[in-house]
């Protein structure tokens, strides 16, 4: 049954094409509320992944994590003490040439013909 199961879309009618076999739908539960043969096979699931068959009170049993795999974080990369500086001189020469260029329009005699 384990080979079969392909996901969580279609998983409440797999289980109800074979006979003897329940679905039941836990919500969102945390891993300590758990016994701990369940805690055991889902830690070495991944999400979307179906647990290897385990005996319990209520029989076999098979869980499948319906859960979200966590985004993967991406690396910022930080930039070197150079770089810094270089942003900050080119952010100083830009201020200053704004200023230059203001200065000219404040002074400057425009004659049309």
């Known amino acids: ?7 969580c879309d279609k998983l409440q009618q797999l289980v109800a094409k074979m006979p003897g076999s329940v679905y039941m739908n836990l919500g969102t539960m945390n891993l300590k509320q758990l016994s701990a043969e369940m805690q055991t096979a889902l830690a ?4 979307g992944e179906p647990t290897d068959p385990f005996t319990s009170a209520a029989g076999i049993e098979i869980i499948v ?6 985004p993967k974080m991406s690396v910022i990369a930080i930039p070197t003490k150079d ?10 020469i830009e201020v200053q040439a704004r200023r230059y260029l203001r200065d000219l329009r404040r002074e400057a005699d425009v004659e049309t013909r």
């Open 44 to 47: 070495k699931t991944q999400p």
């Open 65 to 70: 994590r319906c859960d979200k795999p966590v």
């Open 1 to 7: 049954m384990r080979s079969h199961i392909g996901g």
């Open 83 to 92: 770089q810094v500086e270089q942003q900050l001189y080119e952010a100083q």
